[in-house]
């Protein structure tokens, strides 16, 4: 009996936190998510996980038993999606070694710690191409429950293609006839993943590619492909790829004509083919190798510590030392004055650009690379912020099919928030500091300060 009325005790004690259910963000100038012109002085009601009133100061006052949180100065936007994660890895630069000597702390270390570093950056949902399956689902599984924290995960699992590389089949599945093709989408489905990650697809004959594409779509999943290589992509838009990722096509200096040609027939045909066909391009890690190369002091900042062991953080460190001699970047110096061309063909082609970043490859950790692709997206490709903005919050939603529930700040979403001191559509660097993260209705960070008790689920 003691034991009750104490357990009760506790439960009221705990009220004020868990009842802080409805909630008003006041003051901030809003970028709804949609392209529209900004909403001055804004007033967003929340009310448990949810948005349930979208207004100003003027026209929408905030009732009483809400609490406020003061916008004031800032730009308030949807959470960022990040569309090109990787929970698996995290910067560093040893594939072959981390791959095995890691594998067993994926889903105890590795993946919740990039989790807990994405979330903090203000991405509120990523997707994950290419990880084991069983770890996969059960980290994306964990932070549904709120066991731990970090942004609503679309996870691919292991990636289809012709043949796993040596030392890779935890997380690669080869493909070796239509029917095996269809049974490892099966599996997959059955598992529950999100989407279907498709690579190599041109070292498949067609018909095992066809097989992926078409039991994917049979079982209601979508399909991102790589795009590497011309061919590649030929064979992508031939089976229905609906998503292509990276920009490819190593040094070449642009995407040959007769790609381009297959490309505008497919963006002219969007609602035959279900919807305009998307591209990730991740051209972040490639423009800016060089500059971290020679500038690496980023690279010192402990945000990408949290959430991983001493030993860990020390051996990727250790294996980034000396940025200048990494052999997975030897390329890139020449691969980077081909991006521009290669964004402004696809811009010309009609695509829809999505904001992936391949977070978690050499160097680049979860804790920076979104705003990092932003900055080049709108500073170096000259994209236009509320184009970047879009293709980091609107169009990812749309495309996984979920833009009725996430992706847009408006009455009826979840509210999945973020807010930064500043002008982002003036300044879209200034998403480095994201002072505010809510997801959910819950606040993981305010006035840039991570919430601990929030992230440890209290
Ligand atoms: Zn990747």
């Not at 349930?52 to 999606?81: N, Q, R």
């Not at 935890?170 to 095996?180: K, L």
């Not at 011309?230 to 031939?238: H, K, M, N, Q």
């Not at 860990?312 to 030897?330: C, K, M, N, V, W």
């Amino acid at each position: 009996m003691n034991r009750l009325i104490l357990l009760l005790f506790s439960f009221i004690l705990s009220l004020p936190l868990a009842a802080a259910d409805k909630k008003a963000l006041v003051g901030g100038t809003l970028v709804n998510g949609l392209g529209s012109i900004p909403i001055l002085d804004s007033v967003i009601l929340i009310d448990g996980e949810t948005i349930e009133k979208v207004g100003t100061v003027e026209t929408l006052p905030v009732p009483d038993g809400y609490l406020i949180i003061s916008t004031d100065g800032m730009t308030v936007m949807p959470g960022l999606w990040d569309m090109h994660v990787h929970l698996m890895i995290n910067g560093h630069a040893d594939y072959a070694y981390w791959d095995t000597e890691y594998l067993d702390r994926f889903a105890s270390e590795i993946m919740p710690a990039s989790a807990v570093q994405l979330l903090l950056a203000g991405v509120t949902t990523a997707r994950d191409l290419g990880a084991p399956l069983d770890d996969s689902i059960e980290v994306r599984d964990r932070i549904n429950a709120g066991e731990i924290p970090g942004p609503r995960m679309f996870m691919s699992g292991p990636f289809i293609q012709h043949k796993a590389y040596p030392g890779t089949e935890a997380f690669r599945w080869g493909v070796d006839s239509p029917r095996d093709a269809r049974e490892k989408v099966n599996r997959l489905a059955d598992a529950g993943v999100d989407i279907i990650k498709m690579v190599d697809q041109d070292e498949m004959t067609f018909e095992e590619s066809q097989a992926v594409v078409e039991q994917a779509h049979k079982r209601g999943l979508k399909v991102v492909g790589h795009s590497h290589r011309p061919e590649e992509i030929r064979r992508g838009l031939a089976i229905g790829v609906d998503n292509f990722e990276h920009t490819g096509l190593a040094a070449a200096p642009e995407y040959p004509e007769d790609v381009m040609t297959l490309l505008k027939e497919r963006t002219a045909t969007g609602r035959v083919r279900g919807g305009p066909l998307y591209w990730t391009p991740t051209v972040e890690g490639l423009w800016n190798y060089e500059y971290t190369r020679d500038n690496p002091e980023a690279l010192d900042n402990d945000c990408w510590h949290r959430g991983l062991e001493d030993d860990t953080i020390a051996d990727i460190r250790q294996s980034i030392a000396h940025p200048g001699e990494l052999l997975y970047f030897q390329l890139t110096p020449k691969r980077k004055p081909t991006l521009k061309r290669k964004i402004q063909q696809l811009r010309e082609a009609g695509v829809v650009l999505l904001v992936g970043t391949d977070s978690g490859i050499p160097m680049k950790f979860h804790c920076q690379s979104t705003w990092h692709e932003l900055d080049v997206w709108v500073n170096v490709m000259g994209i236009p912020a509320m184009e970047a903005i879009q293709a980091a919050t609107y169009w990812p939603a749309k495309f996984m099919g979920v833009e009725e529930q996430w992706g847009t700040v408006v009455a009826g979403r979840y509210a999945d928030i973020i807010a930064v001191k500043g002008d982002v559509l003036r300044y879209i660097n200034l998403l480095q500091n994201v002072d505010f993260v809510m997801k959910g209705g819950t606040v993981y960070k305010q006035n840039g300060i991570p919430v601990e008790a929030r992230l440890a689920g209290e």
